[in-house]
């Protein structure tokens, strides 16, 4: 995994998935957006990382669209992957 430097985030860059469009969607991920991100990839519900995070239920799920529409997510569980597949960023 190729890793890019941006704002002082780590931004891993899976392997296949490097090109240009999908590097410029991973770098305009906010840091919330990223947060956010990095729980949908542990498995937590909208609702679990509400709670964890103390902020309004429909604040994540617009959060989890938002990054869902960068990142050309359709389903969820294209965001949840074996750890040695994730799309996610991992590192801040």
């Known amino acids: 995994m ?48 509400a709670i964890r995070l103390e902020i309004e239920l429909q604040t994540v799920k617009n959060h989890v669209q938002h990054v869902f529409a960068k990142l050309g997510f359709k389903r969820r569980k294209e965001a949840v992957r074996d750890p040695s597949e994730r799309r996610g960023l991992v590192h801040f």
């Open 2 to 49: 190729n890793e890019y430097h941006a704002n002082c985030a780590s931004v891993p860059v899976p392997h296949g998935e490097s090109s240009p469009t999908r590097l410029a969607a991973y770098l305009f991920l906010t840091r919330r957006e990223r947060e956010i991100l990095q729980l949908v990839e542990k498995g937590l519900s909208n609702k679990d990382i």
